[in-house]
């Protein structure tokens, strides 16, 4: 692994069901944020972690939930899915000590809620 | 409230030079991003600014003025790659990035 990865790339998902998208980083990053990208809105924050074993709402948790047992993973999951759910769902990670924080982001998740 | 604006899409023609401006209200500020998006990728970083003034990268500057809330990023020697979304981002107070909606970028030959 180089960097951080997402599973799965793409997922057409029924209305109601129950969905957890992966992320794993091998950097050893403390920070990890779970953003959804929807056309016009930018990037907007769902939920982060500062280090294992915490986690922070963002900006639209609502629906969803994450958690951090670990350093390098960090899964969203949706408990009932709904269609206003449908996005590109993007994982960062970022240095909390030293240097410029910047974020680094996995590929993405593309979900379609029907 | 927090905002940040920048312009939906701007059009520049390859060879030449293309200035994408952000400006910002924010709640507190640690530092402004830029970073660049090709469509169906992920965004990847291009500058970090958080003292007034321009940072240097190749063929890329940020610029960054704090009383003014303003920042903008210069491209030079615009290459068909460069066609993207160019993304802007404040840290706030709470060390969260505060996103803009982002410009897409046409060049044209």
């Known amino acids: 692994i180089a960097g951080i990865t997402q599973a799965p790339t793409s997922q057409i998902l029924a209305a109601g069901r129950r969905m957890t998208l992966r992320c794993t980083q091998d950097?050893?990053?403390?920070?990890m944020y779970w953003y959804r990208q929807d056309l016009g809105l930018g990037l907007r924050l769902i939920h982060y972690?500062?280090?294992?074993?915490?986690?922070g709402k963002g900006e639209v948790p609502d629906g969803y939930s994450v958690s951090r047992a670990n350093t390098d993973d960090f899964p969203l999951t949706l408990a009932s899915a709904v269609p206003s759910q449908t996005s590109v769902y993007f994982c960062?990670?970022?240095?909390?000590?030293?240097?410029?924080?910047?974020?680094?982001f996995g590929p993405g998740t593309r979900l379609t809620v029907l | 409230g927090q905002n940040i604006d920048q312009p939906t899409e701007m059009t520049a023609t390859e060879g030449a030079i293309v200035q994408i401006n952000c400006t910002y209200q924010?709640?507190?500020?640690?530092?402004l991003f830029w970073y660049q998006q090709h469509a169906g990728e992920a965004p990847t970083f291009l500058s970090y600014?958080?003292l007034d003034g321009l940072e240097e990268k190749g063929r890329f500057s940020s610029f960054l003025s704090r009383s003014k809330g303003y920042s903008y990023l210069l491209l030079k020697e615009l290459q068909m790659k460069d066609s993207a979304s160019y993304l802007c981002?404040?840290?706030?107070?709470?060390?969260?990035?505060?996103w803009g909606a982002g410009t897409k970028l046409i060049i044209k030959p």
């Open positions: 600014n958080v």
């Open positions: 960062a990670s970022s240095a909390t000590s030293g240097g410029v924080h910047e974020q680094f």
């Open positions: 950097m050893r990053h403390n920070a």
């Open positions: 981002a404040v840290l706030g107070s709470n060390y969260q990035l505060i």
């Open positions: 972690s500062n280090t294992a074993g915490t986690t």
């Open positions: 924010t709640s507190g500020f640690n530092g």
